[in-house]
């Protein structure tokens, strides 16, 4: 009896610390923020053309592509 009881044991430890899956963190993907580098593509927030990062024109935490668009 003793020895069901440890190899129960030992196939329960095993599945806890290495097969059973964490959950999921409660927090949203969208919610997260990557780092942009310079060369990455962004979307202008008026006319939906894509810039890269460093030609955008940002104006409360929006991204624009010229100065027409962060003005219409």
């Known amino acids: ?3 069901w009881l440890l190899v129960v ?4 430890v095993v599945y806890f610390f290495f097969i ?7 927090e949203q993907p969208s919610k997260k923020r990557e780092k942009l580098d310079d060369d990455d593509m962004i979307e202008c927030k008026s006319c939906g053309t894509y810039i890269t990062l ?3 024109l940002l104006q409360n935490g929006e991204y624009y592509c010229s100065d027409e668009c962060m003005r219409g």
Do not use: F, R
């Open 9 to 12: 044991l030992v196939i329960a």
């Open 1 to 3: 009896m003793l020895k």
């Open 20 to 26: 059973k899956k964490k959950p999921l963190s409660n």
């Open 54 to 56: 460093n030609e955008a």
